[in-house]
């Protein structure tokens, strides 16, 4: 009996630790270059861009199947970013993916507010706080302003008001080399 577990113990941990290095060995490396455009992208996860996040859009200007102007958070100097790191001319904001607009963080009316919860499932990062039939409200400093919280809320008890300077100061991610760079439209 305790041959047969030692027996099995042994080859659980041979087989593990082939799968160990396995995963080591196959491991899918990210692409350095959609990780580095990806970086430069305001993380607004908003889709003006037409791809469903910043991500997305990244690898599809990698692979050359977007182009580095469609991005209205990241405005004029995401383009000049893009361009610089990819070696590209810098062009004008693409107007059909929307305009370039100053820092705006979402504000809700709690005394309107149903809690019906529809904007924290539109907000794709998470910023809004509130529970069933319960007041909503909007964590400031991590709204990024993309407005998508707004269309479904089916009292219109949700704002966008000018955001203040420290909630739009981001630090560089790391590796990145980059300074810290104000939040589109913010100021450092
Ligand atoms: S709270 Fe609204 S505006 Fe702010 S990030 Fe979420 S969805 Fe966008
Ligand atoms: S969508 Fe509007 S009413 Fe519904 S929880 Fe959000 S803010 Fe409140």
Redesign the pocket.
Known sequence: MLAAVLIIVGLASVFGFGLGLAAIRFRVQGDPVVDQINAVLPQ?Q?GQCNFPGCRPYAEAIAAGEADINQCPPGGEAGIRALADLLGREAKPLNPENGEEKPA???VIDETVCIGCKL?IQ????D??LGAPKLMHT?IAA?????????PPCPVDC?D?VPAAGEERWRWPRPGTGRPAVPAPGGTA
Request: with cysteine.
């Open positions: 607004t908003c705006l963080v979402a904007c539109a907000c794709p990062v910023a809004i909007v991590e709204c990024t302003g993309c407005e998508l919280c707004l949700i966008l």
